[in-house]
């Protein structure tokens, strides 16, 4: 699991992970089952308190991106559970009301920022393996 | 005074009302300082804020003359043996003697403490590439610094203290340093508490945070808290300004001309109604890092008189 922390740029640590891990996701280099490194793994990997790993493994959990499975570790959700599409639909709730209110801001338009989503979805689709 | 037994509060550590001068100059004034069992607490400051004179209470090299210091509810200074044994210490320029061997070192130290656990050692030992027939006076910065992190953790002490452990150190020891207070918290319920300047560091590792400036505790608080009352937002306003307003709750500016960035504290949602209502639009708004938020707070205090 390729994650960098960049202790400079402000955004918090556990925010940096969680991000890391959901793009990791979307971009298909974790997939559902795959297992997440054991907190205190990752924390001395990372170099930072296992207590932020905790937190960027559970909000991970409750964006429904992440399991845990009878305390034995934490993997990779199925993304058809209905459950976990109902709490990551709430986030993304959350990310496109702060998305518009910043656009209006700037004085872009609605339909321009819709065209900016699909560009970028392009450029997010999964490359093809590197050998 | 006679110090009244605590009671022992979950707390490893707690200084209360500790004020300490060094003739005229007031290192510590009344300090008061929490540190919760299990994580990671950074001390940070300029040099000379007070900080190593701060550890030196914590671990009874210096008693307190007033206030009270205590450590898993004891006071450090009278009962040396019952919190030291429980305590591992790396300072900033470790004083080891330097005509013993690393291994002699080793098997000197260990008969301080019954916790001491040899494969420990011996695995930290190995980790590091220290040389047990290498003579201490001929190891290298590094190397020194990492034998003194070999004694410290040795005894898997229930209380970590770090004294500017990466000062001057190259990135690879700093790296093996961060490790092993990641390690220690990482075993359940363990503390550490260390001071430091590169708070680029302390972000990283620590979980709470003290900020002393001239001897005082400027705030103190879990580092999630800490950034998430801290914020950093760029104004423009209708025309360009000599100087940035009054705004309630800013700490320091930067800018010039209509368009102006405050580093903040307080609710974010009041921020931009005092931003508001003096004219201005919030045009860009990020957390700022620990570093910015230490300037800020230390330099709206620099032109605050020095008392001595």
Same mark, same amino acid.
């Given at each position: 699991?390729?994650?960098?922390?960049?202790?400079?740029?402000?955004?918090?640590?556990?925010?940096?992970?969680?991000?890391?891990?959901?793009?990791?996701?979307?971009?298909?280099?974790?997939?559902?089952?795959?297992?997440?490194?054991?907190? #205190?793994?990752?924390?001395?990997?990372?170099?930072?308190?296992?207590?932020?790993?905790?937190?960027?493994?559970?909000?991970?959990?409750?964006?429904?991106?992440?399991?845990?499975? #009878?305390?034995?570790?934490?993997?990779?959700?199925?993304?058809?559970?209905?459950?976990?599409?109902?709490?990551?639909?709430?986030?993304?709730?959350?990310?496109?009301?702060?998305?518009?209110?910043?656009?209006?801001?700037?004085?872009?338009?609605?339909?321009?920022?819709?065209?900016?989503?699909?560009?970028?979805?392009?450029?997010?689709?999964?490359?093809?393996?590197?050998? | 005074?006679?110090?009244?037994?605590?009671?022992?509060?979950?707390?490893?550590?707690?200084?209360?009302?500790? =004020?300490?001068?060094?003739?005229?100059?007031?290192?510590?004034?009344?300090?008061?300082?929490?540190?919760?069992?299990?994580?990671?607490?950074?001390?940070?400051?300029?040099?000379? *804020?007070?900080?190593?004179?701060?550890?030196?209470?914590?671990?009874?090299?210096?008693?307190?003359?007033?206030?009270?210091?205590?450590?898993?509810? +004891?006071?450090?200074?009278?009962?040396?043996?019952?919190?030291?044994?429980?305590?591992?210490?790396?300072?900033?320029?470790?004083? &080891?003697?330097?005509?013993?061997?690393?291994?002699?070192?080793?098997?000197?130290?260990?008969?301080?403490?019954?916790?001491?656990?040899?494969?420990?050692?011996? @695995?930290? +030992?190995?980790?590091?590439?220290?040389?047990?027939?290498?003579?201490?006076?001929?190891?290298?910065?590094?190397?020194?610094?990492?034998?003194?992190?070999?004694?410290?953790?040795?005894?898997?002490?229930?209380?970590?203290?770090?004294?500017?452990?990466?000062?001057?150190?190259?990135?690879?020891?700093?790296?093996?340093?961060?490790?092993?207070?990641?390690?220690?918290?990482?075993?359940?319920?363990?503390?550490?508490?260390?001071?430091?300047?590169?708070?680029? @560091?302390?972000?990283?590792?620590?979980?709470?945070?003290?900020?002393?400036?001239?001897?005082?505790?400027?705030?103190?608080?879990?580092?999630?808290?800490?950034?998430?009352?801290?914020? +950093?937002? =760029?104004? +423009?306003?209708?025309?360009?300004?000599?100087?940035?307003?009054?705004?309630?709750?800013?700490?320091?500016?930067?800018?010039?001309?209509?368009?102006?960035?405050?580093? %903040?504290?307080?609710?974010?949602?009041? &921020?931009?109604?005092?931003?508001?209502? %003096?004219?201005?639009?919030?045009? *860009?708004?990020?957390?700022?890092?620990?570093?910015?938020?230490?300037?800020?707070?230390?330099?709206?205090?620099?032109?605050?008189?020095?008392?001595?």
């Amino acid at each position: 699991m390729d994650i960098h922390i960049s202790p400079h740029d402000g955004v918090p640590i556990y925010l940096q992970i969680v991000t890391q891990v959901k793009y990791l996701v979307a971009a298909g280099r974790l997939a559902p089952g795959d297992e997440l490194p054991a907190i #205190r793994v990752l924390a001395e990997r990372l170099l930072v308190t296992p207590n932020t790993v905790a937190r960027a493994y559970r909000e991970l959990e409750v964006a429904g991106v992440v399991e845990k499975r #009878r305390t034995a570790g934490t993997y990779v959700a199925d993304a058809g559970s209905p459950l976990a599409r109902r709490e990551r639909l709430k986030i993304l709730a959350g990310r496109v009301d702060a998305l518009l209110a910043e656009a209006r801001q700037l004085g872009v338009r609605t339909d321009d920022v819709i065209d900016l989503i699909r560009q970028r979805d392009e450029l997010l689709q999964p490359a093809p393996e590197e050998v | 005074m006679v110090a009244v037994p605590s009671e022992f509060s979950g707390n490893v550590i707690e200084v209360a009302g500790l =004020t300490r001068r060094f003739g005229r100059k007031a290192a510590l004034a009344d300090v008061r300082l929490a540190v919760p069992r299990g994580g990671v607490f950074g001390l940070v400051g300029v040099n000379g *804020a007070g900080k190593t004179t701060l550890l030196k209470h914590v671990l009874g090299l210096l008693r307190a003359k007033a206030g009270t210091v205590r450590v898993f509810g +004891r006071d450090p200074a009278a009962d040396p043996a019952g919190v030291l044994g429980r305590v591992g210490y790396l300072s900033e320029e470790p004083d &080891l003697p330097g005509w013993m061997r690393v291994r002699e070192l080793l098997r000197y130290t260990r008969a301080f403490y019954p916790s001491w656990d040899e494969a420990f050692a011996e @695995e930290l +030992r190995a980790a590091f590439g220290l040389d047990p027939a290498a003579r201490v006076k001929h190891l290298s910065k590094g190397q020194r610094a990492r034998t003194g992190l070999v004694l410290a953790l040795a005894h898997r002490p229930d209380l970590l203290v770090l004294d500017e452990p990466s000062s001057g150190l190259d990135p690879i020891v700093r790296r093996d340093i961060l490790a092993a207070v990641i390690r220690t918290v990482a075993d359940e319920g363990r503390t550490v508490l260390f001071s430091s300047h590169l708070l680029h @560091e302390v972000e990283r590792v620590a979980d709470r945070v003290a900020l002393i400036d001239r001897g005082r505790v400027v705030f103190s608080g879990g580092l999630d808290d800490i950034k998430g009352t801290h914020h +950093r937002l =760029t104004l +423009r306003f209708p025309g360009p300004l000599a100087a940035p307003p009054p705004l309630a709750g800013a700490l320091a500016w930067d800018g010039a001309g209509a368009e102006w960035a405050a580093l %903040c504290s307080g609710a974010l949602d009041e &921020l931009r109604g005092a931003a508001a209502g %003096c004219g201005a639009q919030v045009v *860009a708004h990020r957390v700022p890092s620990l570093d910015e938020i230490f300037v800020a707070r230390v330099g709206e205090k620099a032109t605050a008189p020095v008392e001595g």
